[in-house]
């Protein structure tokens, strides 16, 4: 049984514009609201939560929902469509809001962070002037509203068209590939970010940037429209697995897929265990551009491509060591990696040269790289084929719960002791909770295909 690599890149496509929209949102919306409108980081950290908390109510309903489609396009690829182009409209929309209250900023002569200004006079002047005026704010929040619900209605019908191409023993092998295209994206992102100079300025009018990541989104997208063909290369699927007698259809038409206790105190502690990483981990992304633009005075790009070239060349090893340790196993020792990095993290302050960082962050991408390229996979190995779009949703429930709590509980503790003091030690502490959680999993891992049995269907024996 082997993997259709040009496929799963294809596939891949529809992750690697969302992460390229992840990407360039995570990085200059905390910017834009602690900035240009002046918001604490305990209500910047609330905004940057709607994306989850609209995730938690939307991802497993449409994810069920696209289960049930059944257009000659196939039941994922109409949300992938509808979604990107609404979303990528609603982004480049934004930027002309946040443009306009850049314009008002500048003409109040509210000066940029600097040894004469601090952030503390900049932020309450530049916050009283969204106060005295709030349209802005309100015409950016709604935009952003839009933009988030449509990213909202594809992303687990994007990630669940990988199971449906692929037979269950390759989900992990596959799964590196979509993450690969998901960093791919990312650091293409990043590098814009670089070109366009995203750290170096206070007040930094983002239309040209959001542009080229709009555009490089709808690059991903129509190479995806021309060449999946989502309805062929599931029903081939199909055809491997049951040749290879590991089918995941119901024993009988219509009936309900009932997990034993064991699987589900499995599935739970998989959910808890997505819930407290992803806590740990988008702490520290969530606001890693705010922390090193205002803390340490890094350029957050040049790290965060590190991290991500890092993962990149992780991702298929990673694939390759899951298939021979265990899933499992692989996560667990993901964990400890990623724990590890932030750990070191605490240690590095504005006096040590940027270029620590590196490494710091090197270790951080390769960790996430091997949690990410198994935990996924080990939901799904749980449901059956017509079950796909709705252990989705779980896996996304959990980790979109868990960025809900983040950015809003590390943000008030940021106000309250300071983020230098929290920002790293915060991250490490979850992430430690999460190895806890995955040690007591049971199910997760595919079942071994019998030799006899490839041999009989390869017509080799008697």
Known sequence: MKLNYKRVILVGMAFFLISAFWQAYDAIIPLILTNHFGLPQTASGVIMSLDNILAVFMLPVFGALSDKVNSRFGRRTPFISIGTIIAVAAFFVLSFIDNYQLSLVISQSIPELSAEATEEFVRQTTFDLTLSNPLPMIGFLFTLLVVLVAMATFRSPA????????????????????????????????????????SKKTYMPYIGYIGAVCAVMLLGFAVFLIFVKEKKWAEDMEKQSAEFGISDEPATPGEKHVLSSSERRSLLLILASVALWFIGYNSITSKYSVYASNILGFDFNLTLIVAQAAAIIAYVPVGLISSKFGRKKTVLAGVLLLAAAFFIGIFITPDIPEIIMYPVFALAGIGWATINVNSFPMVVELAKRGDTGKYTGYYYTASMSAQII?????????????MRYVFFPFGVLFVLFSFVTMLFVKHGDPEKIEKKSVLEHLDVGD
């Open 159 to 198: 990630v669940a068209l990988m199971p449906d191409v692929t037979p269950k023993p390759l989900r992990s092998k596959a799964n590196a590939i979509i993450n690969l295209m998901g960093s791919a994206g990312g650091i293409i992102v990043l590098i814009l970010g670089i070109v366009f100079a995203t």
């Open 406 to 418: 983040a950015p809003i509980l590390s943000g008030f503790l940021y106000d309250i002791i300071g």
